[in-house]
């Protein structure tokens, strides 16, 4: 079955350490996307990639780095410049099907909880 | 303002009821609008979207009000399964979407 893949689902850091989360699809979809949900809180965007080795800021980047060096692969790091990194982290991608222009339908992977000890 | 407000509930109802959710949304260029279904500690999975002359799928009836910039949700014979949260989406310019806080609805026995 095609989907996306996030791991680790749980995650427990100290303060201080960079933690990279991983998210895989196979899809075949070339945008993807990195959320971030706060309790009682939208999903409010960090990064999204629109097609491999290209990316773009979103609203809330400070403190997070990613890369997209293959089509199936956007793992995403938070860094320890993050000041409140402790969240549930969403990958999503843009199903191509189901899009059209101005409109973006997006599916999403199952999460990672980042927990910041 | 915030880009898109949605109340938060919680809306208690019983099985059966029929129950309505609103959004508003601030940019009044946006073109494409969504609900978005996300049960507790899971991912968002797409409702429905939201057209506008409104659209229907099952119990479900989605409407848009582009002169007042609002989206609303009706959920008719509400049923158990149905407690979720319910997120207002709504497309900005190029790839991205603003996501609402989400409506929380428990439908009990």
């Known amino acids: 079955d095609g989907g996306i893949t996030q791991s680790p689902k749980y995650l427990f850091r100290k303060e201080g350490q960079n933690v990279t989360l991983s998210c895989e699809q196979n899809?075949?979809?070339?945008?993807m996307y990195w959320y971030r949900q706060d309790p009682g809180q939208g999903l409010r965007l960090i990064y999204y990639s629109q097609i491999v080795n290209d990316f773009q800021k979103g609203d809330i980047a400070e403190g997070y780095s990613v890369s997209r060096e293959k089509k199936e692969s956007f793992p995403l790091t938070v860094t320890s410049a993050q000041k409140n990194p402790t969240a549930f982290y969403l990958c999503a991608s843009r199903d191509p099907e189901h899009s059209y222009s101005g409109a973006n339908v997006l599916t999403f992977g199952a999460g990672s909880r980042l927990t910041v000890l | 303002r915030k880009e898109v407000e949605q109340d938060p509930g919680p809306f208690n109802v019983p099985e059966g009821a029929t129950v309505a959710f609103n959004c508003t949304y601030s940019n009044s260029a946006s073109q494409s609008f969504f609900w978005y279904r996300q049960d507790c500690r899971k991912e968002p999975k797409l409702l429905m979207s939201?057209?506008?002359s409104g659209n229907e799928d099952g119990r479900f009836t989605a409407q848009l009000n582009r002169a007042s910039q609002y989206i609303s949700l009706l959920i008719r014979d509400s049923k158990l399964s149905d407690s979720a949260t319910y997120l207002c989406?709504?497309?900005?310019?190029?790839?991205?979407?603003?996501f609402g806080k989400g409506t929380s609805l428990l439908v009990t026995p």
């Open positions: 989406v709504v497309n900005r310019v190029g790839y991205a979407l603003n």
């Open positions: 939201v057209y506008s």
């Open positions: 899809l075949n979809h070339d945008a």
